[in-house]
């Protein structure tokens, strides 16, 4: 079965780095997203992105965030200046039509951020 | 804005059933539900765009009610395999996106 990837799974930076988490969503699907969860606390949207631009995002979703499709098959999240609260479990998401006409998102793993 | 779930936790024997929750103070266009494990991914379980809807999977199915606002899961004959933390998503107009605040539910033999 299909499935969303995400690399690296785990990745460990200085506070003020810039970080780029990258994901592979299902080759179909034409809307993607990413989510965030800081440990024990609940999953966060933050941004959604159809037709190589962004449709939604949330408030946390501030100028230091970017997300891109570089190509075909790649989506990223860049992360400017990483702040220590940054440190997160970062999701990536796709969906083959967008939750408004009732499709179903699927996950990936998860790439866990560390922010030293 | 963002949605809540009660109970916060809840556990069950193997068997019984479950009902979870989830309250908007904001008029909703459609409600996800997620199941995640410690330490996995979310798994989506089904998405309510209609006032009044149910939707099954299995044993679990959910309603939403549009003028309350709620959602609620049903969990029925509980298995092992149900244990979780579950999440209602809610979708508003204007393009927002919000995950509940999450219910701990933990099957026991």
């Known amino acids: 079965e299909p499935e969303v990837t995400q690399t690296p799974s785990h990745q460990v930076t200085q506070m003020g780095q810039e970080v780029i988490l990258r994901c592979v969503p299902i080759?179909?699907?034409?809307?993607f997203y990413w989510y965030r969860q800081i440990l024990g606390q609940k999953v966060e949207f933050l941004v959604s992105?159809?037709?190589?631009?962004?449709?939604?995002k949330s408030e946390i979703f501030d100028d230091q965030f970017s997300v891109e499709r570089p190509d075909g098959s790649n989506f990223t999240l860049k992360i400017r200046s990483t702040k220590l609260e940054d440190s997160a479990m970062y999701f990536c998401?796709?969906?083959?039509?967008?939750?408004?006409?009732?499709?179903?998102?699927?996950f990936g793993p998860g790439t866990r951020l560390t922010v030293l | 804005q963002q949605p809540v779930q009660s109970p916060q936790a809840v556990i069950l024997r193997e068997g019984e059933d479950a009902v979870i929750n989830c309250s908007s103070s904001?008029?909703?266009?459609?409600v996800h539900w997620y199941r995640q494990k410690h330490g996995e991914a979310p798994v989506f379980l089904m998405i309510?765009?209609?006032?009044?809807e149910q939707k099954g999977h299995d044993k679990i199915s959910a309603s939403f009610n549009e003028k309350k606002q709620q959602s609620s899961l049903y969990l029925t004959a509980s298995q092992l395999s149900y244990s979780g933390t579950y999440f209602c998503?809610?979708?508003?107009?204007?393009?927002?996106?919000?995950f509940g605040t999450g219910t701990s539910l933990t099957v026991i033999p």
């Open positions: 998401a796709s969906s083959e039509r967008g939750g408004r006409r009732g499709d179903t998102q699927y």
């Open positions: 998503g809610t979708e508003h107009t204007g393009n927002q996106f919000y």
């Open positions: 080759s179909n699907h034409l809307y």
């Open positions: 309510l765009l209609k006032g009044g």
């Open positions: 904001k008029a909703l266009y459609s």
């Open positions: 992105f159809y037709n190589n631009e962004i449709s939604e």
